[in-house]
């Protein structure tokens, strides 16, 4: 198998220099319960970014009136690499405000629609290998509410070309897509200070 392509047996691997092993694309579902799933993912961003990756990433829920740190951070970040040249390019979209490339003053809020129009932007992408990096945050939510039609995307993860790495977030994450995965981690929450009738903090939830 050459270098780049998603899936590799044992043998395959066995057959690559450590150079190529290294420069393997990554699939990663973080899933479950527990809080820190978009955070996890988030740092992953961040370190493919100082390594001067293309950055993208594509909030599936977040309503448009919800804006994160994180956001504000790697809005920073782009800063930082058109004025200074460090780190990579970062593109922030959210599925709540109608995406940046479609959304219109008053549009018809369909959810699924939206969600069906980020999947195929980021299939499209894929398929150019237009970024290095991407993070589909709290997409196992249309994929389980069936908007959006994981074998499509299991297709698509496990036949995207180059070296693409891929994180995707949510709870309940589909079997289809922790089989397709290289990377899969399940957050168990033990406490939450939520169960407790708290509130979410700045800095702390968002």
Do not use: C
Not at 146 to 164: F, K, M, S, Y
């Amino acid at each position: 198998m050459a270098e780049g392509n998603v899936v590799s047996t044992s043998a395959e691997l066995a057959g690559m220099t450590t150079r190529q092993r290294r420069r393997l694309p990554i699939t990663a579902v973080h899933t479950g319960e527990g809080k820190g799933k978009t955070t996890a993912a988030m740092g992953m961003a961040m370190r493919a970014w100082k390594s001067g990756m293309d950055i993208a990433v594509f909030q599936f829920v977040k309503s448009k009136k919800w804006h994160s740190g994180e956001e504000d951070v790697f809005g920073l970040f782009q800063q930082l690499h058109e004025t200074e040249g460090i780190g990579g390019a970062v593109e922030w979209h959210k599925m709540g405000a109608g995406w940046s490339w479609t959304w219109k003053e008053g549009a018809e809020d369909d959810h699924a629609a939206k969600a069906q129009a980020g999947w195929q932007e980021v299939k499209q992408r894929l398929a150019a290998e237009t970024h290095d990096f991407y993070l589909l945050d709290e997409f196992t939510y249309p994929v389980t509410w069936g908007w959006i039609d994981v074998d499509d995307v299991v297709e698509t993860l496990a036949n995207r070309p180059g070296r693409q790495h891929v994180v995707i977030t949510g709870r309940n994450a589909d079997e289809k897509l922790i089989e397709v995965a290289d990377l899969v981690t399940r957050m168990e929450k033990i406490k939450h200070p939520f169960d407790q009738g708290r509130k979410g903090q700045k800095g702390i939830e968002w």
